[in-house]
């Protein structure tokens, strides 16, 4: 069965440092989601493309954070600098149309701890 | 806009035992309703959806929702624990514009023990 990666799974990084995250949907998955989730809390919704194209990125801190899906497939998320408080795991998702209902599948993660 | 309400942050069960996660939405709409399962450290997995129609849907590893229109709620249950279901119960609900799915809308969730 056809998965969501992304990676890395774990990263370490200095507070001003720059970060990058990466991931692949499943094939054929126009629309792709980068979620944050703070330990404790439910996944927060960053950023929403279709294809390639941003549908919503409202809750983006466009000052640090940008994100991209250059040829409507891969996407990246980077962080610029990094902050004590983006310590978090930021989650990937596609969504595809199955029998009239979307579904959005999550792939593993990449946990970031800010020192 | 939308929210969800997980109102039990962490819930015991005893190994064989029923269980019951409480789910509260608020939406001007009719919902789309989801819970997901995640394991320490991972991602989260679907284990069903309420899209419309048959208001009890059934899940993945025996798992059970009831939508219930006028509590606002979507509860998931479970008549028989095991030790792996132990893990963190997430409650969404989606809404769809444009042609495509929006961004969930999560809980809190819900930490679920497994006593022996």
């Known amino acids: 069965e056809a998965e969501v990666a992304q990676s890395p799974r774990y990263k370490i990084t200095e507070k001003s440092q720059a970060v990058a995250f990466w991931c692949d949907p499943i094939?054929?998955?126009?629309?792709l989601y980068w979620y944050r989730q703070i330990l404790g809390q439910g996944p927060e919704l960053l950023v929403q493309?279709?294809?390639?194209?941003?549908?919503?990125d409202s809750q983006l801190p466009k000052d640090r954070f940008s994100a991209e899906r250059l040829k409507g497939v891969d996407s990246t998320l980077k962080i610029q600098p990094a902050e004590l408080g983006d310590s978090a795991m930021y989650l990937c998702?596609?969504?595809?149309?199955?029998?009239?209902?979307?579904?959005?599948?999550f792939g593993p993660g990449t946990r970031l701890t800010v020192t | 806009a939308q929210s969800v309400t997980q109102p039990d942050i962490h819930i015991t069960v005893s190994e064989g035992a029923s269980l019951e996660l409480r789910c509260n939405y608020s939406?001007?709409?009719?919902?789309?309703l989801f819970w997901y399962v995640q394991s320490p450290g991972q991602g989260l997995q679907l284990l069903l959806k309420?899209?419309?129609?048959?208001?009890l849907v059934q899940g993945i590893k025996g798992f059970e929702a009831e939508f219930k229109r006028s509590q606002s709620s979507f509860n998931l249950r479970k008549p028989s624990v095991h030790w792996s279901d132990a893990a963190e119960y997430f409650c969404?609900?989606?809404?769809?514009?444009?042609?495509?799915?929006?961004?969930?809308?999560f809980g809190k969730g819900t930490h679920l023990i497994i006593q022996p």
């Open positions: 493309f279709q294809d390639e194209s941003v549908v919503d």
């Open positions: 094939s054929g998955h126009a629309t």
């Open positions: 939406y001007g709409a009719t919902p789309y």
């Open positions: 309420y899209f419309s129609g048959d208001t």
């Open positions: 969404a609900v989606g809404t769809y514009s444009g042609g495509g799915a929006d961004g969930l809308t």
């Open positions: 998702a596609s969504s595809r149309l199955a029998g009239g209902f979307y579904e959005q599948y």
